[in-house]
C-alpha cells in the first residue's frame, strides 16, 4: 500500500514569491493534516481536513495561508506572498479515523525562503 | 493549554537500553503516542498507549505511563544504530489536535 505522498519534496524561492505543496494521502483515509516542523521542534497543526471540510484550520495564518481539499482527497496548500520565516517542512498525514492519533506522514516538502 | 516536555538528546551504546521520558499536562489525555523521525523523513508511529493502561511492551518496545505524575517513557532493549533519530511524544483528548513534544535526539554509539 502507498504511503502518504508529498511533492515537491525541497522547494527554494525567493520571498514575496507564491509556492504550493501537494499531497495525496493513504487510499480510504478521510482525514488528512497539515503541520508546519519548524527546526529543531515537534511538528505544529496548520489545519485539518475530514474530507474536503476544514474542521480546525485555527492556527493557519489565513492572510498568507489557504489550502483546499475540493474533492475529499489530495490536498494543496498554499503560501503567497511568501516571507523569510516561512522557512521549514511541510508535514502532510493522514488517518483512517478523526480522533486525531494514529496518523500516517509523508516525507515533508522542506522549503526555504531566500 | 497543553504542553509536552521532553529531553532534547540521550545517547547510548550499541547493545544498551534506551528510555526516552516525556511528561505533558492535559490530565484529559485518551491516548499517548511515541513516533519516530529519520532525517529527511516524516514521522512513524511506533506505538501507543491508552490512557487507562499503564504499561504496554512490543517487541523491544516498553511504554510506561505514570497518569498520576503525567508521565510516559519509552523504552528501547538492545539499542541498535538503527534506532538513532527523533523521538517524538504526543498526546491527544477528545477532538483536539495531536501535540507534540519538540523530540529527543537518540545517538546510538557503535
Known amino acids: 500500500e502507498a504511503g502518504v505522498v508529498q511533492s515537491p519534496r525541497y522547494k527554494i524561492i525567493e520571498k514575496k514569491q507564491p509556492v504550493a505543496f501537494w499531497c495525496n494521502p493513504i487510499?480510504?483515509?478521510?482525514?488528512l493534516y497539515w503541520y508546519l516542523q519548524n527546526l529543531g521542534q515537534g511538528p505544529e497543526l496548520l489545519i485539518r481536513y475530514e474530507n474536503e471540510e476544514a474542521v480546525d484550520d485555527s492556527q493557519l495564518p489565513k492572510d498568507r495561508f489557504s489550502a483546499e481539499r475540493l474533492k475529499g482527497v489530495d490536498s494543496t496548500l498554499k503560501i503567497q506572498p511568501a516571507e523569510l520565516g516561512d522557512s521549514a517542512v511541510y508535514l502532510c498525514?493522514?488517518?483512517?479515523?478523526?480522533?486525531?492519533?494514529?496518523?500516517?506522514f509523508g516525507p515533508g516538502t522542506r522549503l526555504t525562503v531566500l | 493549554g497543553e504542553d509536552v516536555e521532553q529531553s532534547l538528546f540521550l545517547s547510548v551504546r550499541e547493545g544498551d537500553s534506551s528510555v526516552i521520558n516525556c511528561t505533558y499536562t492535559d490530565s484529559s489525555s485518551t491516548y499517548l503516542y511515541w513516533y519516530k523521525q529519520e532525517p529527511g523523513a516524516g514521522l512513524q508511529l511506533l506505538t501507543y498507549i491508552f490512557s487507562n493502561m499503564d504499561m504496554k511492551q512490543d517487541q523491544r518496545l516498553t511504554v510506561l505511563l505514570n497518569k498520576k505524575d503525567k508521565h510516559l517513557s519509552l523504552r528501547i532493549a538492545d539499542t541498535q544504530t538503527g534506532d538513532s533519530a527523533i523521538y517524538f511524544c504526543?498526546?491527544?483528548?477528545?477532538?483536539?489536535?495531536?501535540?507534540f513534544g519538540k523530540g529527543t535526539r537518540l545517538s546510538v554509539i557503535a
Open positions: 487510499s480510504g483515509h478521510n482525514t
Open positions: 504526543a498526546e491527544v483528548s477528545g477532538n483536539t489536535p495531536l501535540v
Open positions: 498525514a493522514s488517518s483512517l479515523g478523526t480522533d486525531g492519533g494514529e496518523q500516517f
